[in-house]
């Protein structure tokens, strides 16, 4: 059970990545920790599948997966759901027409090359 983890923590933590998608953080630490889902870790803190674009309160799980809230935040899609119409991505700012934040999208061979899954690929542009 998630609840039992040492310290309220993940046994194997991971600093998120500086082009990492906030739901592919939440999968690659599941999968260190040998847990079934990423729901698991999610339900732990309170949050649900989708809270990348809301303005859910993210101290919680950054101190459970040993992150800072502001690294969180900086990786979600929340300003979307505020109303922005662009948002800050990899140093450029795109258009919201220009995401799929739908869920986390996920290349297994660029997983398999690279370990982590990138918020690039939250781009329309990729297809596959």
Not at 100 to 125: K, Q
Request: hydrophobic content about 40%.
């Amino acid at each position: 059970d998630v609840r039992q983890m040492s310290l309220g923590r993940l046994v194997v933590r991971s600093d998120i990545q500086r082009d990492e998608s906030l739901p592919g953080l939440i999968t690659r630490l599941s999968e260190y920790n040998g847990l079934d889902s990423p729901v698991r870790i999610l339900r732990h803190v309170g949050l649900v599948p989708g809270f990348e674009k809301s303005h859910a309160d993210l101290a919680d799980l950054a101190k459970f997966i040993g992150v800072r809230r502001s690294s969180l935040k900086a990786a979600s899609f929340a300003p979307l759901n505020a109303g922005a119409t662009v948002l800050s991505f990899g140093g450029m700012r795109v258009n919201r027409n220009h995401l799929n934040t739908l869920g986390d999208r996920v290349c297994p061979l660029c997983i398999e090359a690279g370990s982590y899954s990138r918020r690039l690929w939250h781009l329309r542009a990729y297809a596959v």
